[in-house]
């Protein structure tokens, strides 16, 4: 069974600062790699993804991809509170396989 | 920008009735997908369609549930019998190509199912 793990918070950050999202994966063959954002009652929403170790910038999101530690990261840099959010990762596997998702809050 | 629709937003429905949920994919998009959330729990795969049939499906995804493409535009989803246990957030998604890989998957905004 295939298998995404993330803490699912919540993680509480103050306006302004880098919050920090991780997630694990079972698969070691797992090629590509998503974040999305959920608010609450809303459906999944892309942030990004990512397919190569290392990172991918886009605007205040980074995301970072580690396949030899099987890790998958999500920084949010100047967090606001519409950032206030569940953050789902998930593997791709012809389907998406998603993480229980954490649970952001930015307070002002 | 191009979106998958939903219709219902919401559903109610007597337990052993029958229920079609429906969906438009985005048009040039290949493949289609049903997710199900539970309230407070993860999105779960339940099926994958693809040039007319079913490419994949999970355990979720038994004998009461079918899919369907009636026609160049809609995808929909039928449970023949609701259960209590069917009550969830019900999300259709497209893809342009199978594996997501460089487009990703485009959501619909969902169908909340409750059964009663």
């Known amino acids: 069974q295939k298998e995404v793990e993330q803490n699912s918070g919540p993680l ?46 886009d605007g205040r999101f980074t995301a970072q991809l580690n396949k030899a530690s099987q890790y998958v990261s999500l920084l949010i840099r100047d967090s606001q509170p519409s950032d206030s959010a569940t953050y789902l990762c998930a593997v791709n596997e012809d389907k998406l396989i998603f993480g229980a998702g954490t649970r952001l809050a930015v307070h002002p | 920008e191009p979106e998958v629709t939903q219709t219902p937003s919401h559903q109610v429905t007597q337990m052993g009735q029958e229920v079609i949920l429906r969906c438009v994919p985005i048009s040039n998009h290949l493949y289609f997908y049903w997710y199900r959330q539970i309230l407070g729990q993860k999105v779960e795969f339940l099926v994958s369609f693809y040039n007319n049939e079913i490419s994949e499906k999970s355990e979720i995804f038994d004998d009461q549930f079918s899919v369907e493409r009636p026609d160049g535009s809609n995808f929909t989803l039928k449970i023949r019998s609701t259960k209590l246990e069917d009550s969830a957030m019900y999300f259709c998604a497209s893809s342009v190509a199978g594996s997501g890989i460089n487009y990703g998957y485009t959501f619909g905004s969902g169908t909340r199912l409750t059964v009663v």
């Open chain 1, 12 to 57: 509480s950050v103050p306006e302004g600062a880098i919050a920090s999202l991780n997630c694990t994966y079972s698969d070691r063959v797992s090629q590509s790699f998503f974040w999305y954002r959920q608010y609450s009652g809303k459906s999944p929403e892309l942030i990004m993804s990512i397919y190569s170790n290392g990172d991918k910038e």
